[in-house]
């Protein structure tokens, strides 16, 4: 059944996770079977998307939370400014938009697709641009197609090689050692 491998498909991911982090990517993971091969590969993957979903809810949440905190203290601001309160209030909205802004000093509205991506993906940082990924996959893109699941691995830094993938799947990247 598919219980008993997910144990330790979970142990090589997080093995290819230290790996990743240490920078000693790229990795192979040799298994003889044609299955065992794509299921890993999409193990992997539906376990990146997964963590890189919950990063974007959990981001988007604290833009939400980030964002009514500085309604409220412009709220705060505004009160003071128009003196709508007394000495002692005053203090204390001044302490309350001082513990907010304790709270809002990290800003993280930067955090874009690419750098979400990037922390989602066995893709090593420097080793490869978008460009060198689009001229590499051509190919296998004009073959498969672009929302072909083992083009959507790659992206993920994951690829997968078996004798049983069909040849026309098969990119075979020419070197030539007199570029």
Known sequence: GGGHHSGWMDRLFHLMSVLHRQDRLPAVVFNFDRHTCEK???HFTDLLSGAEEAAREEHSKS???????????EKVQKRMRDKVVSEKKEIEMLDEVADMQEVAAFD???L?????????????EGRGSQQDFERITESARKVMGEGHPLIQILKHGIGVHHNGLQNKYKVRPTLNPHH
Do not use: C
């Open 112 to 124: 874009d697709d690419a750098t979400f991506h990037a922390q989602f993906s066995f893709v090593q």
């Open 108 to 110: 993280n509205s930067v």
């Open 63 to 73: 833009l939400a939370k980030s964002k009514k905190t500085s309604e409220a203290k």
């Open 40 to 42: 890993i590969a999409f």
